[in-house]
T-cell receptor, first 113, second 112 residues
């Protein structure tokens, strides 16, 4: 079946550290891939996305590259801030036009000053 | 744009009571989704609609749950009767005819 696997959290980093959150997927077709972020007490917000192989999504200093050969979409940021503390969800969808999103389990990031 | 609007933001009720959660999607979005988030099970898709028609309700846990979308600007998720294990955060999301879904702030439900 179709699924998303993320590295387990919580991940604790010091401010200005480099961040990687691993995400791999299993899909029967050609998915679009997403990273969503959830700040405490809020809903999910789209962080970035990529719709085809080798695409790089980027936003707010975060980047992720769609790697078809390794079925991965790892999230990276060169220098994290305390304000980046949140839960990050990797997700895929196979259906155009607003199809079902399949989420990973989420990775909690805590950034200390 | 106001984004996806959900009400109430918090709901505390007693077991056996009916609970109705409401959602107003972003204008022009053809798709509407209901999700449930718990610590144990993470994010689960309950049901989604396209142009007000339910497309996939396979995630609805049981007959106590029902969802409607009477028009393009309003949807409800009803639980009757509610049980303590229904306690969760319920999210509504809407989507234009591309893949990106926009989430509401959620309704935090506690069933005592």
């Amino acid at each position: 079946g179709n699924s998303v696997t993320q590295m387990e959290g919580p991940v604790t980093l010091s401010e200005e550290a480099f961040l990687t959150i691993n995400c791999t997927y299993t899909a029967t077709g050609y998915p679009s891939l997403f990273w969503y972020v959830q700040y405490p007490g809020e809903g999910l917000q789209l962080l970035l996305k990529a719709t085809k192989a080798d695409d790089k999504g980027s936003n707010k200093g975060f980047e992720a590259t769609y790697r078809k050969e390794t079925t991965s979409f790892h999230l990276e940021k060169g220098s994290v801030q305390v304000s980046d503390s949140a839960v990050y969800f990797c997700a895929l969808t196979l259906a155009r036009g607003g199809g079902k999103l399949i989420f990973g389990q989420g990775t909690e990031l805590s950034v200390k000053p | 744009d106001a984004g996806v609007i959900q009400s109430p933001r918090h709901e505390v009720t007693e077991m056996g009571q009916e609970v109705t959660l409401r959602c107003k999607p972003i204008s022009g979005h053809d798709y509407l989704f209901w999700y449930r988030q718990t610590m144990m099970r993470g994010l689960e898709l309950l049901i989604y609609f396209n142009n007000n028609v339910p497309i996939d309700d396979s995630g609805m846990p049981e007959d106590r749950f029902s969802a409607k979308m009477p028009n393009a600007s309003f949807s409800t998720l009803k639980i009757q009767p509610s049980e303590p294990r229904d306690s969760a955060v319920y999210f509504c999301a809407s989507s234009p005819p591309l893949e990106t879904q926009y989430f509401g702030p959620g309704t935090r439900l506690l069933v005592l």
